[in-house]
């Protein structure tokens, strides 16, 4: 099935610096997700974004959803030990039966 | 806040048994509810979206016989795996949607077959 294009794949980072990831899709969504994922546990969302332009914080968290709705960006400041974990974005587009498509997920890893 | 609850949160049986995983949704009612399979270090795959009363959508290359979905009520939809084998071994997680709620997932079951 159709998948995000998600990178870095990727990040290994000292403990206070920033991180930023981002997705892009080849089709337009309605929706964007960030999700995190710790091991051996569901997704828990962390942002939605519902429409183009959009720019949400939650946090040391910020997402924006692209203005062309094809691409999204989340950005995690003064990174801590418990940021530790797998970042999915997702999709969704209002005609899909409310089928999400995910991101193959970026690995996150912080040295203290 | 929505709460989606999943259960077993691991369970290992014998190759050629059946394996029920139930997920509800706490404090709302899911509209939709979907599986997914999730292979280590790999990103969500969907097996198949189920609509409270209706007969599950499975994804393709999915057999529906063997991963019998029911979505009896708003709050309850169970996946069964039927004459496990251990390949069906694997990281199963639901995810519970509502319009004003959307997608919350389940804990995850991990399943092994031996």
């Known amino acids: 099935g159709q998948q995000l294009n998600q990178s870095p794949q990727s990040m290994f980072i000292q403990e206070g610096e920033d991180v930023s990831m981002n997705c892009t899709s080849s089709s337009i969504f309605n929706t964007w997700l960030w999700y995190k994922q710790d091991p051996g546990e569901g997704p828990v969302l962390l942002i939605a974004?519902?429409?183009a332009g959009e720019l949400t914080s939650n946090g040391r968290l910020t997402a924006q959803f692209g203005i062309t709705r094809k691409d999204s960006f989340l950005n995690i400041s003064a990174s801590i030990p418990s940021d530790v974990g797998i970042y999915f974005c997702a999709g969704h587009n209002a005609g899909n039966n409310r089928k999400l498509i995910w991101g193959l997920g970026t690995s996150l890893a912080v040295n203290p | 806040g929505a709460v989606v609850s999943q259960h077993p949160s691991w369970v290992i049986c014998k190759s050629g048994t059946s394996v029920k995983i139930e997920c509800r949704s706490l404090?709302?009612?899911?509209?939709?509810m979907f599986w997914y399979r999730q292979f280590p270090k790999q990103s969500l795959m969907l097996m198949a979206t189920s609509n409270e009363g209706s007969k599950a959508t499975y994804e393709q290359g999915v057999e529906k016989d063997k991963f019998l979905i029911n979505h009896a009520s708003l709050t309850l939809s169970t996946l069964t795996v039927t004459s496990a084998h251990p390949e069906d071994s694997s990281f199963y997680i639901c995810?519970?949607?509502?319009?004003?709620?959307?997608?919350?997932f389940g804990s995850g079951t991990r399943l092994t077959v031996v």
């Open positions: 995810s519970a949607s509502h319009p004003g709620y959307g997608y919350t």
């Open positions: 974004l519902y429409k």
């Open positions: 404090d709302f009612q899911a509209t939709t």
